[in-house]
């Protein structure tokens, strides 16, 4: 199969969950707004979640679903609950009430597709939003709104032996995950809003020689950097996401771009609604 230590190489196959019970929860900045000022729509929601799946697969992705549950109505943002490594899936853990719990579903799901699970976080909150590939032997996670030092310590500990080296970046809580300010689109290629990230982890992208496309604190709030690499210069952004989604294509990138009012306005974009089961190596 394979399941690779990177964030851009070709997209084989996506694990998606239908927003059948998905409502908008007060538990970031974007949904405690917008719950204040709009009013969610199910069904423009499960018109834009299949705008999603279809553009994945005009890409050539090929798209698992698992089945929601009910309780858990942010399980539409399937990124959350895990990792995937090179040899399989690495469990995280949530810390917020309402999504608790959705890892044990997504890990029966797994095992009954065939999908190899290789461990779990077994202290503090760890969420797959903040979790990044630098490069095969390095790895980001964000420390703010959701994953805990402590679980930073976790991961770094199981991925020792390894090689692998897993590491804090400190962010403010009111961005959530790591991935509303950092996301890699293609080969030392990503956008990023620096204002918001220790200089250290700025520094230390420059010096493997990134391209740095700059957002402001205003637009990540906004989810502007939460987009996915396909693979052969494709990123999936969405509609609403217009002056990055033309930043991109200045670079050459083709862009999909689903419309995505109703997941953004939830607090979270396409990174978020997708969790990665095969890429290629790069």
């Not at 991935?179 to 990230?197: M, P, Q, S, Y």
């Not at 990134?210 to 690499?229: G, K, Q, T, W």
Request: a negative charge.
């Amino acid at each position: 199969m394979g399941y690779r230590d990177n964030e851009y190489g070709k997209l084989r196959k996506v694990l998606l969950c239908k927003p059948t019970y998905f409502e908008w929860e007060p538990i970031n900045e974007l949904a405690k707004r917008n719950l204040a000022q709009s009013k969610f729509d199910r069904k423009v929601a499960l018109e834009e979640h299949e705008e999603l799946a279809d553009a994945l697969r005009s890409a050539g992705v090929e798209v698992y679903y698992i089945e929601p549950s009910e309780p858990h109505h942010y399980m539409v943002y399937a990124r959350d609950f895990a990792k995937n490594l090179d040899d399989g899936v690495y469990l995280g853990r949530f810390r917020m009430p309402v999504r608790m719990g959705e890892e044990n579903h997504y890990e029966r799901y797994l095992k009954a597709q065939g999908f190899p699970v290789i461990g779990q976080v077994n202290c503090g909150s760890l969420e797959g939003g903040d979790i990044c590939f630098i490069d095969p032997h390095n790895i980001a996670v964000g420390v703010g709104a959701r994953s805990s030092l402590e679980g930073v310590a976790s991961m770094r500990e199981f991925l020792k032996p390894q090689g692998i080296n897993v590491f804090p970046v400190d962010f403010e809580y009111r961005f959530l995950h790591l991935d509303a300010l950092f996301v890699i689109v293609g080969e030392r290629t990503a956008l990023i809003c620096k204002e918001a990230l220790e200089d250290k982890f700025i520094k230390m992208l420059e010096e493997r020689k990134f391209e740095l496309i700059d957002v402001s604190p205003d637009d990540a709030m906004e989810l502007r950097c939460n987009v996915l690499s396909l693979g052969d210069g494709k990123v999936l952004s969405y509609k609403q996401n217009v002056e990055v989604n033309k930043k991109l294509r200045a670079l050459g990138f083709e862009v999909l771009e689903p419309s995505l009012k109703m997941f953004v306005s939830g607090g979270g974009a396409p990174r978020c609604l997708t969790f990665p089961l095969e890429r290629d190596a790069v």
